[in-house]
């Protein structure tokens, strides 16, 4: 008889919880979030970073301190404090607190550097949303800013509620404890039914008919590797290295980037069809990819979902991560075919999925491949700060969650696509390699784009 991973979850959590109104349930996505924290014991939590160049003398720490601190007294999601209880992962609500960090980079040291410098010594205690001001000597007339959230606490639809609230609160001075008079037991209360309603749909969508459809669909498209990790892992851990790290790889992160005009017809939901076909025919081929080893089609993962029907516009972490994978790489009927039906059960929790792949014969052990995001920053208001609007820049991260990482930000005018990969997996110019066939198949979906960026050009 299967045992529902998410009814399993809140019968051990209603056993902890009892009489204790400072914890709260975790969804899906911030339980495996938490698994994988344990399993990667010494490693960075993985976090959501946006950053922002100010006229420097721009920002003023204080000041935006306390506006932090007014957005995490509205938004329970950024007061939570993850724990286990007995080991059950459980929310624990503390008080508000706004964290302002001033960076400034070490000698020979730019911006970027500093930052990530600062990134991959994140400890997971503390609060969940921090602010981090960065200067070096290579651009002394600007400062950037990094806005950085515990991704169990903050999803797409998140960012916009932060970027609007930093922007008001700082504007109209408001503390926190005016803040939190204004919205008081109201927030939580809305915060903790719209986890519960994520939970239930996730429960809902546990039952046979979900988990066959799964279990076939990693039963056609080929082979998939030896089991790994144990069941409940997160799914999109990177693997290990295939060989020894080269001694001359310093910065174990790459990245290459491409803009093109958006489309005519620039909806979602001819997009994401037509990226993930993209990236599917870049990965596929790739000769020192874990898919290629194993003889398999590769697995691309993706985040999907909102807040639940019926759920108040809260902060947090309702998502799902939903699994790709094709047989004919860079055909976009097929994808197409592929992805609408996935998307019929796209509410299965990944857990969920990973078990029903194993006892359909898979063995899968839960990683993927590649990683795709696709953010539509016209959701997304600016960050005005002292009157003056942070110019968005990108820049390569710490650390990826897979060896390949596609992220893709979309304007009212054009995408900027973004692919990263883990150095210590992928050589670099089968990574470029695979990156124009990425460019190539995806203008071929969408139409030709006359200014293709360099895929040579590395971010900063």
Known sequence: MHVNITESYLAQYGGVAAGRPDLHPVTGAQRRFLTMRRLAVGTAPIVVPLYFEFPRGTVDPARLEEAAACLAARHPALRMRFD???????????????????LAAR???????????????????????????????????????????????CDEQSLGLITDGLTRAYRDRTSAREARAGAGRRAVEEYRDAVERQLAVERAASVPRDLDYWAGRFAGPGPIGPAGP???????????????????????????????????????????????????????????????????????????????????????????????????????????????????????????????????????????????????????????LGGVEGVETHLRGPALQSPVAVSVSQSRRDLLVRMGWNRHQLDDQEVRSAFDTLCTTLDGHLGPAPDRTDPTAFLR
């Open 84 to 102: 286990t209880a007995a080991p059950v992962p459980v929310q624990r609500l503390a008080e508000p607190e706004g964290h302002v960090r001033r």
């Open 230 to 384: 144990p069941e409940g892992a997160r799914p999109t851990g990177a693997s290990r290295p295939a060989a020894p790290v080269p001694a001359e790889i310093i910065d174990p992160t790459g990245m290459v980037t491409h803009r093109r005009p958006l489309p005519a017809d620039g909806a979602r939901t001819g997009l994401f069809p037509a990226l993930l076909s993209a990236v599917a025919a870049a990965v596929a081929p790739l000769p020192s990819s874990v898919a290629k080893r194993q003889g398999r089609n590769p697995l691309i993962g993706y985040p999907w979902g909102g807040r639940p029907l019926g759920a108040a516009p809260v902060l947090g972490c309702f998502l799902n991560t939903v699994l790709f994978t094709t047989a004919a790489p860079g055909d976009l009927d097929e994808a197409c075919d592929r992805w609408w039906d996935d998307i019929d059960h796209a509410d299965t929790p990944v857990d969920e999925v990973v078990r029903a792949a194993r006892r359909g014969g898979s063995g899968w052990s839960g990683t993927v491949d590649a990683l795709l995001t696709l953010e539509d920053t016209t959701r997304r208001p600016p960050l005005e």
């Open 107 to 153: 000698a020979g040291e730019s911006t970027a550097d500093a930052l990530r410098r600062a990134l991959l010594a994140w400890a997971s205690e503390g609060p969940v949303l921090r602010l981090l001001l960065a200067t070096s000597d290579d651009r002394p007339d600007h400062e950037t800013l990094a806005v950085v959230v515990d991704h169990a606490a």
